[in-house]
């Protein structure tokens, strides 16, 4: 393709971006198919000859879009969303244009040190102490996993990387009950077991007991095993629980234990005085992650992983050959020191655009809008005789079920899993569910940039009109 035949096309492809966004809410906004409905139409080998670009682009738009789910919809209440702001979409279109890959200072000097700005303009958002640092990793499960290699590396004065773990007996972990799962992945990745990952129990907010806390890693220490990390979670995936980070954080001091904040989608609260009680006691954390590609108008993908001790970070990660070396040595950061991956995608360039489009004021006011919507729509839940929340639910997520009288806990299951089926087929409103102490959960999520309150109203209604159908004989 020439540089002509790109112009062409990239104009053409931005009036349908910008008609797609325009027109989102004609898109079911889950993709309303079967296993192999797309791949039918994909040819088994692939081309021998190229193809011209129209030809490609109807075929995206033929194939490939009714098997997309519209994450941008206004009717997305599912997992959590993630948020694709105009700035930041444009800002990946000159982040793919540049194409560069930002490893290190030299590879891409700019990207660098945008990235250490934007991270800590980010640590002043979210009212994290000074010192602590960090980069962009692509997700919240990469940032884990390497807050856990160095809490591992550090207990062991960063030699098992050389020697392999087999001689320092039995790591554990502990985490909530509640924890995500990209938690018992890194365990198992990083080598420590998730036999060795102790959930451990929660009070009646579903938030980690300190003292269950303390006393595993006692029993722990009596059986011989070496405690090397806690994962506390700050808005945990189901529904929105808070660990109490301080009382944590000093049981890990006393015990010399890494403490890893989760804060993947309830971090970007930060942002508002109002939620900063939230960190209290976040200084004794070694590391935190939150994604500013679930709530911080950001595209996927952004992770903003922060760290306290920047050297046990690099000398965790640290591996130089001569190919890599560059001239400006440790006078700079260099990113590619700073986790798993080598290569780097330039990330902070769309949080340099969203951070300055939107300011502060801006994203406040995003936020608190999806929480105030949130807790409007939770009371009318609370307040209507056939339903029930399950949780509490301070931000912008609550969990809920149906619950007619004379209904089974079974029954109850059965019927609150047919209710979600039957709104996510409707194609104008996308939940998914979790489990409470056992009972079938629907989770309802605020957090498109595209929701207004009219959204919210239709999708309560046909939330009553479809429960109600169910039980009418
Ligand atoms: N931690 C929590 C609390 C989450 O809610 C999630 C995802 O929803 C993750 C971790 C994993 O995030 P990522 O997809 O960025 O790895």
């Given at each position: 393709?020439?540089?002509?035949?790109?112009?062409?096309?990239?104009?053409?492809?931005?009036?349908?971006?910008?008609?797609?966004?325009?027109?989102?809410?004609?898109?079911?906004?889950?993709?309303?198919?079967?296993?192999?409905?797309?791949?039918?139409?994909?040819?088994?080998?692939?081309?021998?000859?190229?193809?011209?670009?129209?030809?490609?682009?109807?075929?995206?738009?033929?194939?490939?879009?009714?098997?997309?789910?519209?994450?941008?919809?206004?009717?997305?209440?599912?997992?959590?969303?993630?948020?694709?702001?105009?700035?930041?979409?444009?800002?990946?279109?000159?982040?793919?244009?540049?194409?560069?890959?930002?490893?290190?200072?030299?590879?891409?000097?700019?990207?660098?040190?945008?990235?250490?700005?934007?991270?800590?303009?980010?640590?002043?958002?979210?009212?994290?102490?000074?010192?602590?640092?960090?980069?962009?990793?692509?997700?919240?499960?990469?940032?884990?996993?390497?807050?856990?290699?160095?809490?591992?590396?550090?207990?062991?004065?960063?030699?098992?990387?050389?020697?392999?773990?087999?001689?320092?007996?039995?790591?554990?972990?502990?985490?909530?009950?509640?924890?995500?799962?990209?938690?018992?992945?890194?365990?198992?990745?990083?080598?420590?077991?998730?036999?060795?990952?102790?959930?451990?129990?929660?009070?009646?907010?579903?938030?980690?007991?300190?003292?269950?806390?303390?006393?595993?890693?006692?029993?722990?220490?009596?059986?011989?095993?070496?405690?090397?990390?806690?994962?506390?979670?700050?808005?945990?995936?189901?529904?929105?629980?808070?660990?109490?980070?301080?009382?944590?954080?000093?049981?890990?001091?006393?015990?010399?234990?890494?403490?890893?904040?989760?804060?993947?989608?309830?971090?970007?609260?930060l942002i508002l005085p109002e939620f900063r009680w939230m960190i209290d006691g976040v200084e004794l954390a070694d590391s935190l992650v939150f994604n500013p590609h679930k709530?911080?108008?950001?595209?996927?993908?952004?992770?903003?992983?922060?760290?306290?001790?920047?050297?046990?970070?690099?000398?965790?990660?640290?591996?130089?050959?001569?190919?890599?070396?560059?001239?400006?040595?440790?006078?700079?950061?260099?990113?590619?020191?700073?986790?798993?991956?080598?290569?780097?995608?330039?990330?902070?360039?769309?949080?340099?655009?969203?951070?300055?489009?939107?300011?502060?004021?801006?994203?406040?006011?995003?936020?608190?809008?999806?929480?105030?919507?949130?807790?409007?729509?939770?009371?009318?839940?609370?307040?209507?005789?056939?339903?029930?929340?399950?949780?509490?639910?301070?931000?912008?997520?609550?969990?809920?079920?149906?619950?007619?009288?004379?209904?089974?806990?079974?029954?109850?299951?059965?019927?609150?899993?047919?209710?979600?089926?039957?709104?996510?087929?409707?194609?104008?409103?996308?939940?998914?569910?979790?489990?409470?102490?056992?009972?079938?959960?629907?989770?309802?999520?605020?957090?498109?940039?595209?929701?207004?309150?009219?959204?919210?109203?239709?999708?309560?209604?046909?939330?009553?009109?479809?429960?109600?159908?169910?039980?009418?004989?």
């Amino acid at each position: 393709m020439d540089n002509s035949e790109f112009r062409r096309q990239a104009h053409k492809f931005v009036d349908w971006m910008a008609d797609y966004l325009d027109n989102i809410e004609d898109y079911p906004v889950k993709a309303q198919v079967k296993p192999g409905d797309i791949a039918a139409f994909l040819p088994d080998s692939p081309p021998t000859s190229g193809e011209d670009m129209d030809t490609i682009f109807r075929d995206f738009q033929d194939i490939i879009l009714p098997g997309m789910t519209h994450w941008q919809h206004p009717g997305f209440m599912a997992y959590f969303p993630a948020n694709a702001s105009p700035p930041s979409v444009l800002a990946e279109m000159l982040t793919s244009t540049l194409a560069a890959q930002c490893m290190s200072w030299q590879t891409s000097p700019a990207a660098t040190e945008l990235e250490e700005r934007m991270m800590d303009w980010l640590r002043q958002l979210t009212g994290l102490p000074e010192g602590f640092v960090g980069c962009i990793q692509d997700t919240a499960s990469t940032a884990t996993l390497a807050a856990l290699l160095c809490a591992r590396e550090r207990l062991h004065k960063f030699s098992t990387n050389h020697s392999g773990l087999s001689i320092t007996g039995t790591h554990t972990t502990y985490a909530s009950a509640e924890v995500h799962s990209s938690v018992d992945k890194a365990v198992r990745i990083a080598g420590l077991g998730s036999d060795n990952l102790r959930k451990i129990p929660v009070d009646a907010n579903f938030a980690m007991i300190p003292e269950d806390l303390e006393h595993a890693i006692e029993s722990d220490l009596i059986a011989g095993c070496v405690p090397t990390c806690v994962v506390a979670t700050l808005g945990s995936t189901s529904l929105s629980a808070i660990d109490p980070i301080r009382k944590i954080g000093e049981i890990c001091q006393k015990y010399n234990i890494w403490l890893h904040v989760d804060a993947a989608w309830a971090g970007s609260a930060l942002i508002l005085p109002e939620f900063r009680w939230m960190i209290d006691g976040v200084e004794l954390a070694d590391s935190l992650v939150f994604n500013p590609h679930k709530w911080l108008l950001t595209q996927f993908d952004c992770s903003a992983f922060f760290v306290r001790d920047k050297a046990a970070l690099i000398q965790t990660f640290e591996i130089l050959p001569e190919y890599l070396k560059t001239r400006e040595g440790d006078r700079v950061n260099n990113y590619r020191d700073w986790g798993v991956q080598l290569g780097r995608r330039f990330r902070a360039l769309k949080l340099w655009f969203v951070l300055r489009s939107y300011g502060l004021e801006g994203l406040q006011t995003h936020l608190r809008k999806h929480i105030g919507f949130c807790q409007n729509l939770a009371q009318k839940v609370e307040e209507h005789k056939d339903f029930e929340l399950l949780a509490p639910h301070p931000l912008a997520l609550f969990c809920f079920r149906f619950k007619p009288a004379g209904q089974t806990e079974a029954d109850l299951d059965a019927l609150n899993e047919t209710l979600l089926e039957k709104l996510n087929d409707s194609g104008r409103l996308y939940l998914t569910q979790t489990r409470i102490q056992g009972q079938y959960a629907l989770r309802f999520v605020s957090g498109s940039p595209y929701t207004e309150q009219h959204h919210i109203d239709e999708a309560w209604a046909l939330i009553q009109n479809m429960a109600q159908s169910l039980t009418k004989k």
